[in-house]
């Protein structure tokens, strides 16, 4: 099992960072460009929820980001030092009222572009996996 991390200060410019460390990811475990885009949409949302809404936009707090390889997968997990959350109370983007609204869609997208998430340590750690060959 390999890992690389990256820690980030909670300034949403910093995305870039974050999509760079996709690329190396991509890169280091070979990963199929099928699943390329849908782990770059889905980390960088992931991300930009937790400087937003985890921290807060405080750059004084950070985002650490973890990329673990092991057989057939890369796991992604992403953790902010913010108050945390109840993803289970979420209101689903895809209902009716809504479809009009501007924000909600991050959390939906994540886990239609992943094969797993996972929210823990009271919604300040997301995990990702995607498999591929």
């Known amino acids: 099992m390999n890992s690389l991390k990256i820690q980030i200060p909670s300034i949403v410019e910093n995305i870039r960072i974050v999509e760079s460390f996709i690329d190396n990811v991509k890169d280091k475990y070979k990963i199929d460009d099928d699943i390329y885009g849908n782990i770059m949409i889905a980390v960088t949302e992931s991300v930009n929820n937790a400087i937003k809404h985890g921290n807060n936009c405080d750059k004084n707090k950070n985002v650490s980001l973890t990329a673990v390889s092991e057989e057939n997968l890369v796991r992604f997990i992403v953790e902010d030092e913010g108050p945390g ?38 919604g300040r750690i997301v995990e990702m996996v995607f498999y591929f060959n």
């Open 85 to 122: 959350f109840d993803p289970t109370i979420l209101p689903d983007p895809t209902a009716e009222e809504n479809l009009e609204k501007l924000g909600g869609r991050g959390i939906f997208l994540m886990g239609q572009l992943s094969d797993e998430v996972k929210f823990s340590n009271e």
